[in-house]
């Protein structure tokens, strides 16, 4: 068991000036960009008070770390040469041993879904003879202290090259969607639980012909949504969407306006009967291969979509989350300082009319040094970003949360604190509190491990 002080950790803010350029475009998109609108929308009335970091005991060498809540409990899971690696917490100052649900080699890191009692891990691996990558799965009825038998969702005769699962559950429906390449080209591959995990049923192949690739899936009652982007001939990126829990399926329908330059990577977030889907395109960025950050809406379970608004440009490591009318998206914004020199900025920017339009976005980071890998949640009112920073070169992570939906954030908060590297952040809201877990590679101010977080105030 880890114990947990109470120590509250200050933050710090260095400011700089820079210029992005936010622009807008209708259907198909058109150049509508407005220079120096972004905002720094620090509110010092805001305050996030954390205990001190526990250090998870028996997680040195940790990796793929992921994270994931039901009710009060913090569940988390990891992997590291010797498998996959579960423990959950009903306070997050205490953790249940942890136990091994797997020891073969992972390929992606494992992931969690939870709905109630019940929880869901689903990870790739090498099978036992090492010639096969399947799609490995196990559910626990227990809020994580005992877990069902492995099923091999991917499993038959040939040999297989299963990847990049993707996980989300709804009642007693679980869906797991993956990238399969056994025949070369990408399949995105569905199964469906109907009974909590414990049975799966037929392989649903949603792909047509062309490479499809990193799927995403998203559930809002008896609404199910998978996206994915592909890559042969020309890139698309493809919603297909069902309206009776996966029984059947709309045709394809590409979110792409126009098939010039490339599209990557759709994230893909589901609230009532709306379905919102966030991906990078170069389709207005042909020459030096810049990625603008494209979005799209559905009001009516993904029949249709609005028009497509190009949030910024030059973008990356892009997260989305919705909260009832309001639409949350963080990212990483590569700003020019000057003709020679680039820093990326850690960005945030909200709609509160379900994605019909946005406000101003806020440079969260606003420092000299990089920031990457934004990790966003949200719960009611409340909106947390975190994410990684190199200012003081290492890296740390860094904290701003909101209690008005986003429109202002309090201050930065160096969560880590320390001279080492701190990479791989996760945001974890409970019925009570919310966490932040991450993992550090050991140093003189750190032991190597995954580290937590409890917000206290």
Not at 100 to 115: F, Q
Not at 217 to 241: D, F, G, M, P
Not at 275 to 295: M, T
Request: hydrophobic fraction near 40%.
């Amino acid at each position: 068991m880890s114990e947990i002080a109470a120590p509250v950790i200050t933050g710090f803010v260095v400011g700089i000036a820079f210029v992005v350029v936010f622009a807008v475009f209708s259907n198909p998109p058109t150049v509508l960009t407005t220079v120096g609108d972004w905002v720094v929308g620090e509110n010092l009335t805001q305050r996030y008070i954390f205990n001190s970091a526990a250090n998870l005991p028996e997680t040195s060498g940790a990796g793929g770390i992921n994270a994931g809540s039901s009710g009060s409990n913090l569940y988390i899971t990891w992997h590291s040469s010797s498998g996959v690696f579960f423990t959950a917490s009903s306070d997050g100052t205490t953790f249940d041993p942890k136990i091994s649900l797997t020891n073969r080699t992972i390929i992606n890191r494992p992931l969690i879904a939870a709905h109630e009692n019940d929880l869901y891990l689903v990870w790739s691996a090498a099978d036992n003879n090492g010639m096969n990558i399947e799609i490995f799965f196990r559910a626990s009825h227990d809020n994580g202290v005992s877990f069902g038998p492995t099923i091999n969702l991917s499993d038959n005769a040939r040999l297989k090259n299963s990847q990049n699962p993707h996980i989300a559950v709804s009642g007693n429906n679980v869906y797991v969607v993956w990238e399969d390449r056994t025949a070369g080209e990408g399949r995105i591959l569905l199964r469906i639980s109907n009974d909590r995990g414990n049975t799966f049923g037929s392989v649903i192949d949603l792909s047509d012909t062309r490479d499809s690739l990193e799927p995403q899936v998203a559930v809002s009652n008896n609404n199910v949504y998978v996206v994915w982007h592909e890559i042969e001939s020309k890139s698309r990126v493809v919603l297909r969407a069902s309206t009776d829990n996966g029984i059947t399926f709309t045709n394809a329908i590409n979110l792409r306006i126009r098939d010039i330059g490339e599209a990557c990577c759709p994230q893909i977030a589901a609230y009532g009967n709306d379905v919102y889907i966030l991906w990078a395109d170069s389709e207005l960025e042909l020459v030096g291969g810049h990625y603008d950050l494209h979005f799209r809406a559905s009001h009516n379970n993904g029949f249709t979509f609005g028009r497509t608004t190009s949030l910024t440009d030059i973008a990356r490591d892009y997260q989305i989350a919705v909260s009832g009318n309001n639409v949350y998206v963080a990212w990483t914004n590569v700003l020019r300082v000057n003709s020679t020199i680039e820093n990326a900025e850690a960005f945030f920017v909200r709609s509160t009319d379900n994605g019909t339009t946005f406000e101003n976005p806020i440079n969260l980071s606003n420092n000299e040094g990089p920031s990457s890998n934004q990790h966003i949640a949200t719960s009611n009112n409340e909106v947390y970003v975190a994410w990684v920073d190199h200012t003081l070169d290492y890296d740390e992570i860094l904290f701003r949360g909101s209690n008005d939906n986003g429109a202002s954030f309090g201050r930065v908060i160096n969560l880590s604190n320390g001279t080492g590297i701190s990479v791989d952040q996760h945001i974890v809201v409970t019925d009570e509190t919310m966490y932040v877990v991450w993992k550090e590679f050991g140093d003189e101010s750190h032991d190597d491990g995954i580290y937590i977080l409890r917000r206290i105030d």
